[in-house]
């Protein structure tokens, strides 16, 4: 069978690295199970793109749909264009999306409408409740699509059924952005800048901000940024800087000497700094399993989470997105009194590979 894999932002090359290493290993093992790597070229550049390929190993793409940068309907229309193209050459069975970007509802829908291809859904059924969020629309309309849901929660579970999805359809797999950071744990790179910032275990904040609610608006943003420095207590803030951010900082500038504004950092670099930091502020998704799952504290900077198992078990806490509340988070985290966490469910590290035997029992393949 041919699976087409979709990947077209930072977090997808993350979740989507493991998957391909359990296809080729059931490929190597006589399954019938090829594939494709479609890249829509939703991040394009070296840092959001293409020093992840190199790092977690993935193969060059079969073929980038070049989609880059626009509105959020001009890249949904060119990457559905760019797909439906690929698709009506060359059909594939099985499309498989991850996550919550713009490429993986382009191209769930452009999909089922060519000649209703299944979709499979890793990460299917997380929802915020919050649809000012651009990536709550995209998992309700691809999950509206969607024939097998491959999940990471409980929680996620019970979403789907509520939203009448069947229980045959739904596979409590795990989560594999922590197959990978399970895998690339012992590879993990301190970065350059360690020593010229003098830089010491457990002795920094790692920061991240991408969020529109919280980086579109110049006042805002601002406004968090101080509160930030004033509580962090001098110690560095790290601040990998995201590139919707980026615009938004150069109009504002940038206050404190102890906030440390880098370029966004490649994966193993980037990991090597969460594990080690005091704590990490974010409004990130991912960032929360991975923080979770390192036993680093989490403060994150939103009102909802499509990851609640990150808070209800691990060592997130939602702290809002009102600035006035950092000042009280960080008190509580200096104070020792950060809630410890632990590990949901099947985030264990083996997650692709049930995926990929779940994909072939679903097909009825088996080894020659
Ligand atoms: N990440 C990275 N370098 C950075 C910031 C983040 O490698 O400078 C990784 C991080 O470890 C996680 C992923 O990017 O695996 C999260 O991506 P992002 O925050 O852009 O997306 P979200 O998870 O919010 O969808």
Redesign the pocket.
Known sequence: MLIDIIAG???NF?KIAPIIAAIEEQSKEGVDMQYRLVHTGQHYDK?MSG??FEQLNIPAPHYNLEAGSGTQAEQTGKIMIGYEQLLLAQPCDLCIVV???TSTMACAIAAKKVNNIKVAHVEGGIRSGDLTMP?EINRIVTDSITDYFFTTSEVANENLRKAGVGNDKIFFVGNT?ID??YQQMPHFIKPAFWDNYNLKDRQYIVM?L??PNNVDNKEILKEILHEIVKASNGLPVIF?V?PRTSKMLDVIGIEGSNLLKI?????????YL?KNSKAVI?????????ATVLGVPCMTLRDSTERPETCTIGTNELIGTDPVNIGPAFAKLFSGAWKKGSIPELWDGKTAGRIVSRIADIFGLHKL
């Open positions: 932002a930072r977090p993350i840092k020093d992840f996550g919550d970007v990536e952005m990978t950071l991240t991408h969020r990998p995201h370029d966004p950092l490649s994966y193993l670099e980037f990991n969460v974010t409004d990130s998704g991912g960032i929360t399993e991975e």
